[in-house]
Each structure stands twice: as C-alpha cells, then as structure tokens.
C-alpha cells in the first residue's frame, strides 16, 4: 500500500518534480520515481558501506585492505568543466600518471597510466577500466570510462599492486580503474539541478612572423644557401607598410580562422530516494561546447559551425524483490554529436595553418575570389566552401545483477548472477564540395591578372559511413561469503565470468573499438579472494584468478595469477595505546602475479599469430628470366605465444597523526617478463623469411607513492583542508633481443623504457671548421647528404664500425638523449576553504622526467615551404656566432640541422592549476524561504594557469588544436 505525503512543502516538491519529469524526461526514467513510497522529510539512513572501499567485484573495510589502492569522490572532481572525465583525474590520485591528449572537443582523450610504463613492443599500456563490476572496452573518445559525467560518479579508485589486481588476471598488468555509479539511498526524494555557463578559450596560439620579418629571413636564408634574393626592398616595404594588401598580403591566419572565446555549457539534473523495497538515482545531463573555429555556418549555408553537445543519462535501480532476494538495474548512455566545417577533425586545418606563410596569397582576391597557390589551399575558403562534416556516436551501458541471500544453509553467504550489454556505435555524415581559388599577379600594364582556377566548384555531395563500432556481452557469477567468529573476520569472494567483444571499423588493435573483425575477442576466468583478519590486528589475504584468451594457441590459453597480502595494524596492540601522537598506523605488504595479454600484434596483422600465414610469391626461371606465380609462407608461426607477465612486490604504510593528518606510502617493484618483441638477436635472417616475435622482452620497474592530507578541526570557524601527492618510478628494459649494432650506445637494453635516441647537437659548425672540412672531410665530422656550412648544426661523432669516430655523421651517431616523453615524477596539490557559507576549491599538478621535442613548421623555419616563427630571431650569423641559438637559416629542406637532435629538445616539466572553484551557499534561513534545500552559487576555472620552460606553447600540446581553459559560472539547487 503507497501512502501519501500530508506536509505542504513535500507535496509541493513531488509536484514540481513530476511535472519536470513530463516534460525533461524520458518516460522509462520516471519510473523509479513513481514507484517511490514517501516517507517522511526527516527520515535518514545511513549507508552501512559508508567506511568501506571499492576492491575488485566488492567492497572491504578501509582499515583491512591491504592493498595499495587510491580512491577519489565524484563529488570531488564535479568542480571544474570538462568534455572528458579523464581531465578530472590530473593530480588527484598517487600511481596515477594522466597525460593530456589536446582539447579538441570530441576528438582529444587523455593518457591514463598506473605506476608508469612497463612494457615495450608495442602492447597496450593502458589500465583496465572497469564500471561498476563490469569491464570496458574501447579507447580515445569511444572509451565509455570518459564519457562519463562526474556528477553520476560515487567514486573512481586505482587498483595498483597485485593483490589488487590479480582477480583480473591476464589484463590486469597495467593496473585497474574502478568506477562505482551513484545508487539510491533510503530516504526522501532529493532533487538536485547544476548548471554551468562559460567559455572556452585558447591557452596559447603559435605566434609566427609577420610578411616583413618573414621575407627579410627568407632573403636572408637564400643568401646564406648562396642563392639570388626573392624580395626586393620594393616588396618590403610594402609589406611592412601595409600599402598593398592584395599582391603584398600580411595575413595571420589563425586570426582569420579563429575566435577569441567559444562558449560552453552544462545542465544536469538528478533524482534520489527510496525506501525499503525500491531506491534509484536518475540523472540528466547536457554538455555543449562550441569549437574555436569561427561561425563559418553562419557565413555559408553549405558550412557548419564547429560545435559538440553529448547528452548522458543513467538510470540505477536497486530493488529488494523478496526479504532474500535483491536486483539491481542500471542503464545508461551517451548520445554524442561533433559537427566541424571541412573535416571531421581538425588536424589537418591546424596543419595548414601552421604552415603556410602569411605573404603566400590574400585571404580574397579583389574580385571576392577566393586566393590560393598550387602549392596551399585557403584556410578559410576550406572553412567555408569545402561542405561539412558531423559525426554522431551512442554508448549504453546496461546491466543487471541478481543477489540471493543463503543465510538458510550458513550466515553470510550469497549468490548473484549477472548480465552486462555494452554497445558502440558511431556514424559519419560527410557533405563535401569543392571551390576554385586563385592566384593573381600583375601584367606590365599593371593589371591584376587572374591564373587558372586551381580546383573547381562543384555541389554539395553526401554520404553516410560507419566509423567506428564495438558491442560487448559479460555473464557474471559469483558467490559470497562474509561472516565473523568471535575475533575472526572472514570474506572470500569465488566469481566466474565470460564476456564476449565484436569490433568493427578500421582499427587494428584489441582494446580499441574500431578492429575491422568479425570474430570477437573472448575470455572466461574463475577468479577468487580470501580475506582473513584476526582480533582487529592481523590481516592475510589471498587472491587469484584463472583466466583464458582465444588469441592464444590451444593448449596455453589459461594461465594462473596469484596474489597474497599481508598486514598488521600495529595501533591496535596494547604497547602503541600509549603512543597519544598516533591514531592509526597499519603496516601491509603484498607479493603476485598478474598479465597483459593486450600484447603486440594482436590486431589484423597477427591476431594468430600461433598459426602460419601464407600469400603470393614469385620465381624467375629459364635463361628468360620468366617470372612465375607461386605461394609461400610469409610469416613463420609462433606456437608459444603468450601474455606478459608481471610479478609485483609492494610494501606500504598508511598512518593517521594527531587526528588530523593523514600518511600513506607505497614502495613497489615490478619485473614483467614474457613481452613480444621482435626476435633479432636470437634468430638468424639468413632463414629469408621474417621471423616470427617471440616472448623474450623483460623490463623492471620500481617506485614509491606518497600522499597526505591534514584536516581542519571539524568544529572549526575556518574550515580547511589540504592534501597532497607524489609519485616516482623509474623502469629499464632488462632484455629486448636487439640486433648487433656498431655503436653500442644504440642498444635500448638497459635503458628507459622510451629513452629516445639521436644526435647530440654540440653547438654550430664555425667557419674554421668549413675551412678545415674542406681540407680534411673526416677531420671535422658531418652528414654525407648536406652541404655543411658555417652555422649548421654540429654533433658528436661516436659511431664507427669499431665503436669510434669515423669522420662521418649517420645513424650510427645516435645516442641516448634527453628522456622520455612521460614524466616518471607526478605531483597533485589539492586544498580547500569554506567560511561562512563561502568555499574555496583548488587543485595544481606538477610532472617532472620528461622531455617534449620542438618540430614541425612551428620550429622548423622554412621547411617544405613552411612559415618562420619567433625563435628563429636567434639564428646564427657572423655577428651573433657567439651568442646564437638556432642555427643559420635555409631556404632548402636542410637534412642537417633538422635531424632528431639534443638541441631541438626541451625540459617537459611544469607546474599546471588545473582547477580552481569559488562558491558561496546561501544561509539555510534564506533556502528555507525559497523551499530549497540548498542553493550554491559558484566560479570555476580549468587548466588555467601553466609555469614550464618551454615558452613557446604548452610542453603536453605543442601542434594542432590549441589548449584551452574554461572558465564558466553556475549554479546548484537542491529540493
């Protein structure tokens, strides 16, 4: 029987609630709140897994986990604005590396890596992403991880050693991310609605020279390459003047094609509750995000304005359907759409930009056509006369869980049966047409003169394509057990499990969506976890799981992976109660085994590679040397393929002092081993076939985490918190069958793992040593492919076939230089104030251990008749040999001084605010009179400020779509 509310205020609630429901939402929605039984407004219940955390497939009190996990609330990472969860995550949780992947709305994704990298080859490096028990496939924008709304979000932890992981076997090696959803809780129904309002705008944009200073450095470069020069002094000074627009254009080009600001939005709206028998959550969520791009859709009907909006909705259900049996239902989705004039991206538009020099036409001719050149399109005539592109993409997330409590047969135990379909789908609506442009010039009379139409109008032509599409199928089942003796507290956990993945498109790789395959990628595992804690002190636990691939032969597609832990909470012994300093303190350490069987090859190319391929050959025959057909074996099988394997000791602590100050610190190792790498040292070539990879690659791994946060008193006027984290690690490859190489500098054995490798710049070439070149060539070493002069390059000559100098600069000079480009140092910052109604909210992070590289147009004057930027001002002449820090100029593609080099490498480290957020709450007084609950009013910021060395744009993004920061301004109301 559903009893009704008689209090004026609740029904007024339930009203306005019902009527946003028949008009905002989707009728399968309501469901759950027309279901709801009211209860009283002062009705609270407390969450009994309130303390607990989030493991593999369940929960374990905080204070018995004994392994090395790192959590962060949802309602955390709600304080900024972004298109991606993962760009919530920077600094927020220790082991945890992201990477930023650009800002181009629906196309940039971020790079998520636990503990670092520790593998080589090619395998993925990526965790596993798991939501809400279930694991998820896809990668990049598709990935359904990042498409998630921070405010659907309860938690996101990292599972990092291997006591953690280990239940999830052979995918599992590069770490675990849990997503736990929000889920109803008993109580009366809550309302919530936040909406964002802001803009986006450009971080930093290249800033290249002008007409004049360019074709003052082009003629300068000509000389130098003892040419004739192309401007006259006529021409300079029209381009410095201004006087002739049209044959002596001035024209910045990322100013024509783009805007100061884009706006940005966001509105969500949610629902809560429940009672004995139902309780839900129900959220809405709208995202839009203007591009950079200017309102070409605007100028021309046939463009389109560059915009992106993503539509997410979640249902989670949670039923009690008998006193024993329990269900849970949760669906959820996002419907995306990316609409961009030209392409469906806009990489290729940023790369026209950043090359094409701003005296190369007008933007229009004087008759109002369209300037060009054979050699370069019109960045805005492709903008506005070259069709247009949208894209439109659909995630749903569904699943349901059945649990039957068998207390009949022995307290504690229970049983579930799950089911999980995941889907993918992503389509493309290409509009395209073509335009003419022009170039002009001047006749003797003076006249403007028109070329050839490059390129030629046509209509706007469709088609409709699949882009990308993966569907995924998981079967759960699994029994637990929880139950206490006396002073023993005993858990274990038996699952098995089956999921099913079909991926279409063009991709080659598992992991990703887009694998152009029909036959799907398959796993069945039985994982367990036995948890043992004695008198509150003494902790064991045990976990394991026996996992399969069909991408491996017969025979050797299951393999075992082990884990144990243990741990001692110390504080809990009589001798520490006298200790008053300290809270808590609990000593834990863990030792398994775990896999990744994302290994190299496993797409198109070798996704059998346990099995021979066989295609075309020829033979020639006869004094005619007639060409027969013929067939043969391409690639020789590798019966032994395997995954990686990786064996991780960790040994942590984690203290509370003072009541107020929290400490937990990780130390690990890890030496994987089993990689597939390509099997030069060890197979002969002589064979005149390719070898097959084989499992032979070992890396090692070691690092420590650490993390702090200080509290606050909580009666306090002035309450404020402040936590804090690092993370090193540092890895090496400790084999990798690598061919013999002359110089032994090249080999990667025993190296970091993405060391890169080149020349090490040793400052410029001197006329003395073109003099002493010319006398000797071996005397003063330099590449056989160019022309040394002075103010070139030089680099050190190391490798000869003897292991010294040779005289000669080649591939064999390679040696290590610099570091790699992920940062093995990770630092987050987070604090916070709240006073009076007021709050404050910010978070910094801070990488170290890397190094960006400077290429490309933007560095690279001149190059495939490219533009010249600001720090080509340092060029070497004869006046500056001194003081210079680029090399002279050149009008040719000069194979010297644009070699891979130490000198075109930088410092990657920087310091970024990543958010920072200012509210105030109105007094409840003043809530109470509006009928709310609460009422926030707030600022907040993204990616706002950037301290690094490297002063010509941003070290993560130095090309293509420009990084941004959101600024935006919002409300949240609660009923």
């Given at each position: 029987?559903?009893?009704?509310?008689?209090?004026?205020?609740?029904?007024m609630?339930?009203?306005?609630?019902?009527?946003?429901?028949?008009?905002?939402?989707?009728?399968?929605?309501?469901?759950?709140?027309?279901?709801?039984?009211?209860?009283?407004?002062?009705?609270?219940?407390?969450?009994?897994?309130s303390?607990?955390?989030q493991?593999?497939?369940?929960?374990?009190?905080?204070?018995?986990?004994?392994?090395?996990?790192?959590?962060?609330?949802?309602?955390?990472?709600?304080?900024?604005?972004?298109?991606?969860?993962?760009?919530?995550?920077?600094?927020?949780?220790?082991?945890?590396?992201?990477?930023?992947?650009?800002?181009?709305?629906?196309?940039?994704?971020?790079?998520?890596?636990?503990?670092?990298?520790?593998?080589?080859?090619?395998?993925?490096?990526?965790?596993?992403?798991?939501?809400?028990?279930?694991?998820?496939?896809?990668?990049?924008?598709?990935?359904?991880?990042?498409q998630?709304?921070?405010?659907?979000?309860?938690?996101?932890?990292?599972?990092?050693?291997?006591?953690?992981?280990a239940?999830?076997?052979?995918?599992?090696?590069?770490?675990?991310?849990?997503?736990?959803?929000?889920?109803?809780?008993?109580?009366?129904?809550?309302?919530?609605?936040?909406?964002?309002?802001?803009?986006?705008?450009?971080?930093?944009?290249?800033?290249?020279?002008?007409?004049?200073?360019y074709?003052?450095?082009?003629?300068?470069?000509?000389r130098?390459?003892?040419?004739?020069?192309?401007?006259?002094?006529?021409?300079?000074?029209?381009?410095?003047?201004?006087?002739?627009?049209?044959?002596?254009?001035?024209?910045?080009?990322?100013?024509?094609?783009?805007?100061k600001?884009?706006?940005?939005?966001?509105?969500?709206?949610?629902?809560?509750?429940?009672?004995?028998?139902?309780?839900?959550?129900?959220?809405?969520?709208?995202?839009?995000?203007?591009?950079?791009?200017?309102?070409?859709?605007?100028?021309?009907?046939?463009?389109?304005?560059?915009?992106?909006?993503?539509?997410?909705?979640?249902?989670?259900?949670?039923?009690?359907?008998?006193?024993?049996?329990?269900?849970?239902?949760?669906?959820?989705?996002?419907?995306?759409?990316?609409?961009?004039?030209?392409?469906?991206?806009?990489?290729?538009?940023?790369?026209?930009?950043?090359?094409?020099?701003?005296?190369?036409?007008?933007?229009?001719?004087p008759?109002?056509?369209?300037?060009?050149?054979?050699?370069?399109?019109?960045?805005?005539?492709?903008?506005?006369?070259?069709?247009?592109y949208?894209?439109?993409?659909?995630?749903?997330?569904?699943?349901?869980?059945?649990?039957?409590?068998?207390?009949?047969l022995?307290?504690?135990?229970?049983?579930?049966?799950a089911?999980?379909?995941?889907?993918?789908?992503?389509?493309?609506?290409?509009?395209?047409?073509?335009?003419?442009?022009?170039?002009?010039?001047?006749?003797?009379?003076?006249?403007?003169?028109?070329?050839?139409?490059?390129?030629?109008?046509?209509?706007?032509?469709?088609?409709?394509?699949?882009?990308?599409q993966?569907?995924?199928?998981?079967?759960?089942?699994?029994?637990?057990?929880?139950?206490?003796?006396?002073?023993?507290?005993?858990?274990?956990m038996?699952?098995?499990?089956?999921?099913?993945?079909?991926?279409?498109?063009?991709?080659?790789?598992?992991?990703?969506?887009?694998?152009?395959?029909?036959?799907?990628?398959?796993?069945?595992?039985?994982?367990?976890?036995?948890?043992?804690?004695?008198?509150?002190?003494?902790?064991?636990?045990?976990?394991?799981?026996?996992?399969?691939?069909?991408?491996?032969?017969?025979?050797?597609?299951?393999?075992?992976?082990?884990?144990?832990?243990?741990?001692?909470?110390?504080?809990?012994?009589?001798?520490?109660?006298?200790?008053?300093a300290?809270?808590?303190?609990?000593?834990?350490?863990?030792?398994?085994?775990?896999?990744?069987?994302?290994?190299?090859g496993?797409?198109?190319?070798?996704?059998?590679?346990?099995?021979?391929?066989?295609?075309?050959?020829?033979?020639?025959?006869?004094?005619?040397?007639?060409?027969?057909?013929?067939?043969?074996?391409?690639?020789?099988?590798?019966?032994?393929?395997?995954?990686?394997?990786?064996?991780?000791?960790?040994l942590?602590?984690?203290?509370t002092?003072?009541?107020?100050?929290?400490?937990?610190?990780?130390?690990?190792?890890?030496?994987?081993?089993?990689?597939?790498?390509?099997?030069?040292?060890?197979?002969?070539?002589?064979?005149?076939?390719?070898?097959?990879n084989?499992?032979?690659?070992?890396?090692?791994?070691?690092?420590?985490?650490?993390?702090?946060?200080?509290?606050?008193?909580?009666?306090?006027?002035?309450?404020?918190?402040?936590?804090?984290?690092?993370?090193?690690?540092?890895?090496?490859?400790v084999?990798?069958?690598?061919?013999?190489?002359?110089?032994?500098?090249?080999?990667?054995?025993?190296?970091?793992?993405?060391?890169?490798?080149g020349?090490?710049?040793?400052?410029?070439?001197?006329?003395?040593?073109?003099?002493?070149?010319?006398?000797?060539?071996?005397?003063?070493?330099?590449?056989?492919?160019?022309?040394?002069?002075?103010?070139?390059?030089k680099?050190?000559?190391?490798?000869?076939?003897?292991?010294?100098?040779?005289?000669?600069?080649d591939?064999?000079?390679?040696?290590?230089?610099?570091?790699?480009?992920?940062?093995?140092?990770?630092?987050?910052?987070?604090?916070?104030?709240?006073?009076?109604?007021?709050?404050?909210?910010?978070?910094?992070?801070?990488?170290?251990?890397?190094?960006?590289?400077?290429?490309?147009?933007?560095?690279?004057?001149?190059?495939?008749?490219?533009?010249?930027?600001?720090?080509?001002?340092?060029?070497?002449?004869?006046?500056?040999?001194?003081?210079?820090?680029?090399?002279?100029?050149?009008?040719?593609?000069?194979?010297?001084?644009?070699?891979?080099?130490?000198?075109?490498?930088?410092?990657?480290?920087?310091?970024?605010?990543?958010?920072?957020?200012?509210?105030y709450?109105?007094?409840?007084?003043?809530?109470?009179?509006?009928?709310?609950?609460?009422?926030?009013?707030?600022?907040?910021?993204?990616?706002?400020f950037?301290?690094?060395?490297?002063?010509?744009?941003?070290?993560?993004?130095?090309?293509?779509?420009?990084?941004?920061?959101?600024?935006?301004?919002?409300?949240?109301?609660?009923?």
């Amino acid at each position: 029987m559903i009893s009704y509310p008689t209090n004026s205020k609740q029904l007024m609630k339930i009203a306005f609630i019902f009527k946003t429901c028949l008009v905002l939402v989707p009728q399968v929605l309501c469901l759950p709140l027309l279901a709801q039984r009211a209860e009283k407004a002062d009705t609270v219940v407390v969450d009994p897994e309130s303390a607990a955390v989030q493991i593999g497939y369940g929960t374990q009190p905080a204070q018995h986990i004994t392994s090395a996990i790192s959590t962060v609330q949802g309602t955390s990472l709600e304080k900024n604005f972004t298109l991606n969860l993962g760009n919530t995550l920077y600094g927020r949780l220790p082991g945890l590396t992201v990477s930023q992947g650009g800002s181009e709305p629906g196309a940039s994704t971020p790079g998520l890596f636990v503990r670092g990298v520790n593998t080589i080859g090619g395998a993925a490096t990526a965790p596993l992403y798991v939501i809400d028990g279930f694991i998820s496939n896809g990668s990049g924008p598709s990935n359904a991880l990042m498409q998630l709304m921070p405010e659907e979000i309860e938690s996101v932890s990292v599972l990092k050693d291997a006591s953690a992981t280990a239940i999830y076997g052979a995918r599992a090696a590069n770490g675990v991310v849990l997503i736990t959803t929000k889920a109803g809780r008993s109580g009366p129904l809550k309302v919530s609605f936040t909406t964002k309002q802001g803009f986006n705008q450009a971080q930093y944009l290249p800033k290249f020279l002008d007409s004049y200073q360019y074709a003052s450095l082009f003629n300068e470069a000509l000389r130098n390459d003892g040419l004739a020069e192309r401007y006259s002094q006529a021409d300079l000074d029209a381009y410095r003047t201004g006087a002739d627009p049209y044959f002596h254009p001035n024209v910045n080009w990322y100013d024509q094609v783009l805007r100061k600001i884009a706006p940005a939005s966001s509105y969500n709206l949610n629902f809560s509750g429940g009672d004995n028998y139902v309780r839900y959550y129900v959220m809405l969520n709208a995202l839009n995000s203007q591009g950079l791009f200017k309102k070409f859709g605007d100028q021309n009907e046939e463009s389109s304005n560059s915009k992106y909006s993503r539509y997410n909705f979640r249902t989670n259900l949670d039923i009690n359907l008998t006193t024993r049996l329990s269900a849970q239902f949760k669906i959820a989705g996002a419907l995306e759409q990316t609409m961009n004039p030209n392409n469906y991206t806009t990489g290729g538009t940023f790369s026209l930009l950043a090359s094409l020099p701003p005296n190369a036409f007008p933007v229009y001719n004087p008759d109002g056509s369209f300037g060009g050149s054979s050699l370069y399109a019109n960045p805005v005539g492709n903008m506005l006369a070259t069709g247009f592109y949208k894209n439109n993409s659909r995630t749903i997330l569904s699943s349901l869980k059945l649990t039957e409590q068998l207390d009949m047969l022995t307290p504690g135990l229970s049983v579930s049966a799950a089911v999980s379909i995941n889907n993918y789908f992503e389509s493309g609506s290409q509009k395209s047409k073509q335009y003419p442009r022009f170039a002009i010039s001047k006749n003797d009379a003076g006249e403007t003169v028109y070329g050839p139409a490059i390129g030629q109008l046509t209509s706007l032509v469709g088609s409709e394509i699949t882009l990308d599409q993966y569907r995924n199928l998981i079967f759960q089942g699994s029994l637990d057990y929880k139950r206490s003796f006396g002073k023993s507290d005993l858990s274990g956990m038996l699952l098995f499990s089956s999921d099913n993945v079909t991926l279409f498109g063009s991709s080659a790789e598992p992991g990703t969506p887009s694998a152009n395959s029909t036959d799907p990628y398959k796993h069945n595992a039985a994982s367990g976890r036995l948890s043992y804690v004695y008198n509150n002190k003494y902790i064991a636990g045990f976990s394991a799981s026996y996992m399969g691939s069909e991408s491996f032969p017969e025979g050797k597609r299951y393999g075992f992976f082990p884990a144990g832990s243990l741990g001692w909470i110390a504080s809990n012994e009589g001798f520490m109660k006298q200790v008053k300093a300290i809270d808590f303190l609990k000593l834990r350490g863990s030792y398994g085994l775990t896999g990744n069987d994302l290994i190299a090859g496993l797409g198109l190319s070798g996704r059998y590679a346990y099995m021979p391929t066989y295609g075309g050959a020829g033979y020639f025959f006869g004094t005619g040397n007639n060409g027969a057909g013929g067939y043969a074996e391409i690639n020789i099988a590798n019966p032994n393929l395997t995954w990686e394997k990786e064996k991780m000791l960790n040994l942590g602590m984690d203290a509370t002092i003072f009541k107020r100050l929290d400490i937990a610190f990780d130390y690990f190792k890890r030496d994987r081993y089993d990689i597939l790498v390509a099997s030069n040292a060890t197979m002969p070539q002589f064979t005149g076939i390719p070898t097959p990879n084989l499992n032979q690659g070992k890396t090692r791994s070691a690092g420590f985490e650490l993390a702090l946060r200080f509290n606050s008193r909580k009666d306090a006027a002035l309450g404020y918190f402040l936590e804090g984290n690092v993370s090193y690690f540092k890895n090496k490859i400790v084999f990798n069958a690598e061919a013999l190489q002359f110089n032994k500098e090249l080999y990667a054995t025993g190296r970091q793992i993405g060391q890169p490798l080149g020349l090490k710049a040793i400052g410029f070439y001197s006329q003395q040593d073109i003099e002493k070149r010319l006398a000797d060539p071996k005397s003063v070493p330099g590449v056989l492919t160019e022309v040394i002069r002075a103010g070139d390059i030089k680099y050190e000559d190391v490798g000869g076939a003897d292991g010294k100098p040779d005289g000669i600069i080649d591939g064999n000079d390679r040696v290590a230089i610099g570091k790699p480009g992920l940062p093995n140092f990770t630092a987050g910052l987070h604090g916070g104030l709240r006073y009076k109604g007021f709050d404050l909210d910010l978070v910094f992070q801070g990488v170290s251990g890397n190094t960006v590289y400077l290429g490309g147009n933007y560095f690279h004057a001149f190059q495939a008749n490219g533009q010249v930027a600001a720090i080509a001002e340092g060029r070497w002449t004869e006046q500056t040999a001194s003081s210079a820090t680029y090399p002279r100029l050149s009008s040719k593609d000069n194979l010297n001084n644009y070699q891979f080099s130490s000198f075109w490498q930088r410092n990657g480290s920087f310091v970024k605010l990543r958010s920072a957020e200012i509210g105030y709450t109105l007094p409840t007084p003043v809530s109470d009179k509006l009928r709310l609950e609460t009422i926030r009013f707030f600022v907040n910021g993204t990616n706002l400020f950037s301290w690094d060395k490297v002063p010509y744009g941003d070290p993560e993004s130095l090309a293509g779509y420009p990084v941004t920061r959101t600024i935006t301004a919002g409300f949240r109301i609660q009923l």
